[in-house]
C-alpha cells in the first residue's frame, strides 16, 4: 500500500487493522510522489486531493478541512484579523515549499477572498509546522486531522472562523485490472468503516 506523506491519521486506522488481522503482513509506503500502483505492484493507494483521470477504481474517503489556528498567547500579543486582508499584518505559517508569498484561497458563504500573504514560514513537514504554531509563533494554515484535538482541549483557538479554506479530498484507490484479494478487500472495507465519518470529525469542534 502507499500513502504521502504527512498522513498520520492512519495510523490509528492501521494499528486497529493490524490487531484485528495478526496473520497479515502490511507494507506501508509514504512518499511524496505520485506513485504507479501497476508499474510499482502496489495493492492499493491513498491519495489526498484531485484524482487524475485514470484507469484505477476510486472509493472516497472523505474530505479534509484545513483551519486557520493559532494559540491565544500569540492572539492576546498581536490581535485577532477580523478579515482575509488582515493577515497580511500578521506572521503566518503555511505547509508547502517554494515562493514565499502564498496565495490563499478563502470562502464564507457566498463570499470568496484570494489573498497573497508573505510566509513568516513555509514548511513541507506537517509535524513541524504544527510545532511552530503551537509554540505561539503565528497563525498557521493546519488539516483538521493535525488541529482537531488542540482546538477542543483549546490549547490552539480558530481565526477567521467564519472563513473556510478548500477541504482536500481523499480517495482510496486500486488498479481495475487486478482481482482484489481478501487481505485487500478486507483492509479497504476496514479503511472506508473508520473513515466514515472520518475520525478527526468525530465530536464538536469549538
Not at 93 to 105: C, E, N, R
Amino acid at each position: 500500500m502507499t500513502a504521502g506523506i504527512n498522513a498520520a491519521y492512519l495510523g490509528p486506522i492501521v494499528s486497529d487493522y493490524l490487531k484485528r488481522y495478526p496473520e497479515v503482513q502490511l507494507e506501508l509506503f509514504c512518499t511524496g510522489r505520485t506513485v504507479d500502483l501497476v508499474e510499482e505492484r502496489f495493492d492499493l493507494g491513498i491519495r489526498a486531493g484531485t484524482l487524475a483521470d485514470s484507469s484505477l477504481i476510486s472509493r472516497s474517503l472523505g474530505r479534509v478541512s484545513w483551519f486557520l489556528v493559532a494559540t491565544a498567547a500569540y492572539l492576546k500579543k498581536r490581535g485577532r484579523p477580523k478579515s482575509p486582508e488582515q493577515l497580511k499584518g500578521h506572521d503566518c505559517l503555511f505547509f508547502g515549499s517554494g515562493a514565499m508569498t502564498v496565495v490563499l484561497h478563502l470562502v464564507s458563504g457566498e463570499t470568496t477572498a484570494q489573498v497573497e500573504v508573505p510566509a513568516r514560514t513555509l514548511v513541507s513537514d506537517l509535524d513541524v509546522l504544527y510545532s511552530i504554531a503551537t509554540a505561539g509563533l503565528g497563525i498557521a494554515l493546519l488539516p483538521a486531522f493535525r488541529c482537531a484535538d488542540d482546538l477542543r482541549a483549546r490549547r490552539l483557538e480558530r481565526v477567521l472562523r467564519d472563513w473556510n479554506a478548500p477541504a482536500t479530498p481523499i480517495h482510496v484507490i486500486y488498479p481495475s485490472t487486478r482481482h482484489l484479494s481478501p487481505k485487500v478487500k478486507t483492509f479497504v472495507d476496514h479503511l472506508q468503516a473508520r473513515m466514515t465519518p472520518p475520525p478527526w470529525e468525530l465530536g464538536p469542534l469549538p
